[in-house]
Structure formats: C-alpha cells, structure tokens
C-alpha cells in the first residue's frame, strides 16, 4: 500500500501521517522530519538543504528524489508518504521510483485548508527540540516552555516564523497546482476538509483506508 498525503504547511499532513503510520503499520517517509535530522547531524544533504529551509525555499528535487529513492524497499510495501511530492517534476519522479520497485500509489489525498487557517497554525506551532513533539501555544501548549514527553526545550522552529510561513505557503500554492492536477485525473485522488479537529480529519483518511483494505 501507497498512501500521499497532499497539503499546505499547516493543513495536517504531520500529525495525520503519525496517526496512520501507526495504525495501519505503513512506514511514514516524511521528507521536512528526514531534512531537519540532516540539518541537525550536520551531514552533506543538510549542509545542502539548511540554506533552502531556513528562507522557506523548496529543496531542490533531485536531493529530494534521491533521499527518497533510497527509502523504498519493495519488500516493505506500505508506505506513507508526507511532503514528497511537492510539484509535477517530483510526482513524475516518484511514478519512476515505484515501477522500478514494481510498486503502485493506492491513494493520493489532499488536505484542504485555507491560507488564513494555515497560517495562523503555522505560527502557533512549537516543537521540542529533542523529541519532536509538536505543540501550539492556543491549543496544546508546552509546559512552562519544556516538552512534556521528555523535558527538552519546545521552541518555534526557523521555517515557521511568520515572514518565512508567509512564503512557503505562496511557494507552495504557485508549485503544486500542476501537481494536484496531475492526480486529480487519477481513480486514487480524494480530498478531505483539513479544517476540522484532528479527530475528525483522521475519522474520514481512516474510512479512505479501510476502502482500500477492504477492496483488497
């Protein structure tokens, strides 16, 4: 099983995909959690991709094509992926990824939010510094500043301050409209309404699921 989660910076794709990976045991590739651990571990890819990060930009695809690329194992199966593809030119690439590992995408959906929405969850955003646990100071606070999970410091990332939330989510709307039109002409593509509570996105992505379980 193939599984894409398409959407905004904001929209869910994070949360959801941590939701379903777990659920359905499909091993969650998500491209921003792989480049922000290359980042931190100071590694060629992330000495490479922390000039694109930090100012919002996308990185380039042939890094991302790559990495991911590197990640599928037809012996696995059930992957979800979270931020790839991002535009035409890495959905094309992926399509080429899984007839060499003699895969097929069984889902394509995209999370719909407005910029408005998006962007007021992007700036509200914090995430523990050592963990990763993600937090938003309206509706999931940190405790004084500390991570609940494990104690390290929960702080606003550099690509969610508002200049650079600004411009991701313009960079993402230019960019991936050719994308979602290359798969709204796919059988596989849904939407679902991401500006529900996270339960309630997660209730209608686990009915899409089970429609493919229970078809297979």
């Known amino acids: 099983m193939i599984v894409v989660l398409l959407g905004a910076p904001g929209s869910g794709k994070g949360t959801q995909a941590k939701f379903l990976s777990a659920k359905y045991g499909l091993v969650h590739l998500a491209t921003g959690d792989i480049f ?4 931190a571990e100071k590694t060629p890819l992330g000495i490479k991709a922390q000039a694109y990060v930090k100012t919002g930009k996308l990185v380039p695809d042939d890094l991302v094509t790559e990495m991911v690329a590197a990640r599928f194992n037809s012996n696995e199966g059930r992957y979800l992926l979270d931020g790839f593809p991002r535009n035409l030119a890495q959905a094309q690439s992926l399509s080429s990824i899984l007839v060499h590992e ?30 990763g646990e993600v937090y938003n100071i309206q509706t999931k606070p940190a405790l004084n500043g500390k991570c609940r999970t494990c104690g390290g410091d929960v702080v606003l990332r550099e690509d969610d301050f508002e200049a650079t939330a600004r411009k991701r989510l313009m960079v993402f709307e230019d960019i991936t409209r050719p994308m979602i039109a290359y798969y709204q002409s796919e059988s596989v593509f849904r939407e679902v309404d991401a500006s529900r509570k996270p339960e309630d996105v997660n209730a209608a992505l686990s009915m899409l699921i089970d429609s493919i379980f229970a078809k297979s």
């Open 36 to 39: 922000r651990s290359e980042i």
């Open 102 to 131: 003699n895969l097929s995408i069984d889902l394509v959906v995209l999370l719909k939010i407005s910029q408005e929405l998006a962007l007021e969850r992007i700036i509200s955003r914090r995430v523990c510094s050592q963990c």
